[in-house]
Nanobody
Framework: HVQLVESGGTSVRTGGSLSLSCVAS????????GGWFRQAPGKDREMVAT???????TYADSVKGRFTISKDSAELTVYLQMDNLKPEDTAMYYC??????????????????RGQGTQVTVS
């Protein structure tokens, strides 16, 4: 049974930094895609960043140069370091994972496993 649990969300001032973590228990696949997604009130859920098991990363244009996704396969954890936060980064942040590897998709619906979310508020 795979379970993803996000943590690290909180309120932060504009220009501040925050680090999110996503721990995947029961995830035993060597190849995978991991991703962070977010949904602001009244908006669709959007891809923030993805990372493959071999370290290939992708980012939404809106966060390039500010956010960094990374992974620790041994710890079954995917991180999202967020710097220079802006009010428009305010959203519920979700992590997702899938065992198919290859090119990570930009839609969270493609991922077999998803977390419950952690709230990030920037003001």
């Amino acid at each position: 049974h795979v379970q993803l649990v996000e943590s690290g969300g909180t309120s932060v001032r504009t220009g501040g930094s925050l680090s999110l973590s996503c721990v995947a228990s029961g995830f035993t696949y060597a190849k995978y895609c991991g991703g962070w997604f977010r949904q602001a009130p009244g908006k669709d859920r959007e891809m923030v960043a993805t990372v493959t098991s071999n370290g290939h990363t992708t980012y939404a244009d809106s966060v390039k140069g500010r956010f960094t996704i990374s992974k620790d396969s041994a710890e079954l954890t995917v991180y999202l370091q967020m710097d220079n936060l802006k009010p428009e980064d305010t959203a519920m942040y979700y992590c997702a994972a899938d065992q198919r590897g290859g090119n990570c998709r930009a839609s969270i619906t493609w991922y077999n496993y998803r977390g419950q979310g952690t709230q990030v508020t920037v003001s």
